[in-house]
């Protein structure tokens, strides 16, 4: 069975700005500021679009902001954060600091003992991905009432409180579509993992990626591939 989106034909669907995740429209407001320096003035702009759902604000250096209007870190590329965070260290200070020689000795020995960073929205992608298709490769073959029940709870809940906010409004608004052919299929694994690549294309597709070709999902997330390599 080869993997085509119930959206692959529709021309619509590469044209029509509304298809887009709602953080990567190029808002006309956003594209005039991005040539410019920004102000709060031109992110107010953007949210004139009438594409832009209440409560966003995506800021013209491609930085999202959470409903509160704080800089998201988990729904911004790392790119896109370093640029405002370089900016910030580059402005004067607005007080006077007073460090201790202490302190900073602590915080390097830290530094080199974990090294990591906070995610970015692609990181934190990578592993939630990771976790969905591992836990659809260890759902039933076929399920009963109760575990199908758990499941679609679960992704409820999922698609509310998935940190990049605006992943998750959209994970769980393609969820909801209105034909009820995204609704999640969890009658037993061949179902849910389908769905599961299915709703990962549909991410891949809006980022502009290469679509997953979903008779392999198995290959890839329980099985390992046939030529071995796993093993
Ligand atoms: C629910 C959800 C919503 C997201 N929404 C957004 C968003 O709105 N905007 C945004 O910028 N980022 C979003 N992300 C993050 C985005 O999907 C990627 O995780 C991120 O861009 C990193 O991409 P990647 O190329 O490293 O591979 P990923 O897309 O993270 O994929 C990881 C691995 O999964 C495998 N894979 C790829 N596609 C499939 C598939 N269809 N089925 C099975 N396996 C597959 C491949 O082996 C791939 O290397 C979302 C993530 C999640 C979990």
Redesign the pocket.
């Known amino acids: 069975m080869s993997?085509t989106h119930p959206d692959a034909t529709d021309p619509a669907q590469t044209t029509s700005p509304k298809k887009l995740?709602?953080?990567?429209f190029q808002f006309p407001a956003a594209a005039a500021a991005a040539g410019s320096s920004s102000s709060s003035s031109q992110t107010k702009d953007t949210n004139k679009d009438e594409h832009v759902p209440p409560g966003y604000t995506k800021l013209p250096n491609g930085v999202i902001l959470d409903k509160e209007g704080k800089p998201c870190r988990l729904?911004t590329?790392a790119a896109s954060w370093r640029a405002l965070t370089q900016k910030a260290k580059a402005a004067p200070p607005s007080s006077t600091t007073t460090t201790t020689t202490s302190t900073n000795t602590t915080t390097n020995t830290t530094q080199k003992q974990y090294g990591q960073c906070p995610p970015d929205?692609?990181?934190?992608?990578?592993s939630?991905?990771?976790f969905?298709?591992s836990l659809t490769a260890s759902y039933p073959a076929q399920a009963t009432a109760e575990q199908q029940t758990e499941m679609r709870t679960f992704l409820g809940i999922?698609?509310r409180l998935?940190p990049?906010w605006?992943?998750?409004d959209?994970?769980r608004n393609w969820m909801a579509e209105p034909s009820g052919q995204n609704e999640p299929r969890l009658a037993g694994r061949k179902e849910f993992g389908d769905w599961?690549?299915?709703?990962?294309?549909e991410?891949?597709r809006?980022?502009g990626?290469q679509?997953?070709d979903?008779r392999?999902?198995e290959e890839?997330?329980r099985t390992g591939w046939k030529d071995g390599r796993c093993d």
């Open positions: 993997e995740f709602t953080h990567q729904c590329s929205v692609e990181e934190l992608g990578r939630t991905w990771t969905l298709h999922f698609s998935y990049c605006v992943c998750a959209d994970f599961m690549c299915r709703a990962h294309n991410v891949n809006k980022l990626k679509e997953f979903c392999f999902w890839r997330w």
